[in-house]
């Protein structure tokens, strides 16, 4: 079989080589449903246009509807002799109906429909991971309320820096989460824009009515522009810009995960289905899933260079590079589903350990800010409250003690100012209680946070 389709003006067929290079077929057969959507909308309005007859529209949607359920079962017979999905789907139509498929190509290019294509897929997609986001949102925040009152060493440097509340530590990722799913949701207004009718570059001699199909597709505008709504790529690049902060943003709470795992820190537990063990040492169990959570960002980032690099220099209109667009989105889009869905499942199979976070608290001196914010309520400058603490902290090191351990008397040796009600600010709870603001780690403060976020996925 040659491809007929453009085959008249050569001489001799493309070698192997090239159509196995040229080809994409392989991978763009993904687009099926989408292409025949957007087929049925063309075909649709190309009749109401007065292009098609009644009886080509109506043998085209039986046409398409026959090879939709070959699609599904898997079926249809994929050529790389048809180069791609596009003419794959429109040869097996003309075979099925004759005439009237090869009049569906009718005012349109295979520019403008792939285009249409993958805006139809990455749009429905996007959805899906909005969808995935609030979930996993979700599962962080059951984790959070059962964790309010939980606390942890917060870190600076990975020191021990004050003490937070577990739950406020998680909050801090679904925050994160939430600007993710604006980010999506922005994206996908500029997804929702049709580029059919475009053509090849410059727009079409037929009567198309662009408002008809747009409203049969349900996009929300229409590309104004001809040569720019077949050549850029620039919503897929804004795509994988938004999916590769979001890995980002699982690849550190995945960073997060390993060190907590850790039986150094021992903070956590991962459930034994996200974990495995190794070949040789008997004793382990690896946080695979995070680990390999942490590494897949990696990837996604990769497919933004490459997609933002696939669109430099190229001149307009459409170009055959843009045919690479697919492969790094579809990876991208598979890996952040992916990741999504099994990272719900991991949070909510995730085991406190709140007596080794605490006493790792106890280990770093987290309240020594405390102290000094103490001495100023007491009527001394910070810089010198500073001062003094760190000499009681440098002190507290030699006994190897905490310095809630520490005696009154040794306290106020450091300044006279230090009365018995020192005590209720060295605690880590006291500490805790008294950051209560918007933002701020008091359980109080949290417990809102929960509410104003449970309350915002419930919307
Ligand atoms: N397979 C092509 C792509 O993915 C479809 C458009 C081809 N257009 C062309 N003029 N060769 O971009």
């Known amino acids: 079989m040659t491809n007929k389709t453009w085959s008249g003006r050569f001489n001799e067929p493309v070698s192997e080589l090239v159509k196995q290079y040229t080809g994409s077929i392989d991978f763009d057969k993904r687009l099926a449903k989408w292409d025949i959507q957007g087929s049925l909308a063309h075909a649709q309005m190309l009749h109401e246009a007065g292009v098609l007859s009644a009886q080509d529209l109506a043998d085209i949607q039986r046409g398409m509807a026959e090879i939709q359920a070959e699609v599904d079962s898997g079926s249809l017979k994929w050529s790389l002799d048809l180069e791609d999905v596009h003419m794959n789907i429109e040869r097996r139509l003309t075979d099925k109906i004759g005439d009237a498929g090869k009049r569906l190509h009718t005012g349109r290019s295979r520019n403008d429909q792939v285009a249409t294509d993958i805006r139809l897929w990455l749009r429905d997609e996007i959805s899906t991971i909005r969808f995935l986001i609030k979930d996993l949102q979700a ?160 990837r996604v980032v990769g497919h933004l260079t490459g997609l933002i690099l696939l669109m430099k220099s190229q001149p307009l209109a459409y170009n055959k590079d843009n045919q690479e667009d697919k492969e790094p989105l579809f990876d991208t889009v598979d890996t952040v589903i992916d990741t999504l869905r099994i990272y719900a499942d991991m949070m909510r199979g995730i085991t406190v350990k709140p007596e080794n976070m605490r006493a790792a608290v106890l280990q770093g001196f987290a309240t020594a800010t405390d102290l000094a914010d103490y001495l100023v309520k007491k009527g001394v400058p910070f810089r010198d409250s500073h001062e003094v603490v760190a000499q009681a902290v440098r002190h507290a090191e030699t006994q190897q003690c905490d310095l809630a351990d520490l005696p009154l008397d040794v306290l106020r040796g450091f300044s006279a100012l230090i009365e018995n009600d020192v005590y209720d600010i060295l605690t880590p709870e006291g500490s805790l209680n008294a950051r209560n603001h918007i933002g701020g780690t008091a359980p109080e403060q949290v417990k809102l946070q929960i509410a104003r976020w449970q309350q915002l996925l419930a919307e």
């Not at 590769?244 to 709470?253: E, P, T």
Request: net charge negative; aromatic share 6%; with cysteine.
């Open 139 to 298: 599962a962080l925040l059951e984790l959070a309320s059962d964790n309010v009152n939980t606390v942890m060493p917060g870190f600076t440097h990975l020191q021990v820096a004050q003490p937070v509340s577990f739950a406020h530590h998680l909050l801090a990722y679904v925050e994160m989460l939430g600007r993710d799913d604006e980010r999506m949701a922005d994206c996908r207004k500029r997804v929702n824009r049709m580029p059919l009718g475009a053509a090849a570059l410059a727009g079409t001699t037929f009567p198309i009515r662009r408002e008809t199909t747009a409203k049969l597709l349900d996009f929300e505008q229409i590309c104004q522009n001809s040569l720019d709504a077949v050549s850029d790529r620039d919503f897929a690049i804004e795509f994988t810009a938004a999916a590769s902060l979001l890995m980002v943003h699982l690849s550190r709470l995945s960073e997060e995960l390993i060190i907590w795992m850790s039986p150094r820190f021992a903070f956590i537990d991962i459930a034994d289905r996200f974990c495995t063990g190794s070949s040789i040492m008997p004793q382990k169990k690896n946080p695979d899933v995070p680990e390999l959570v942490r590494g897949k960002s990696g």
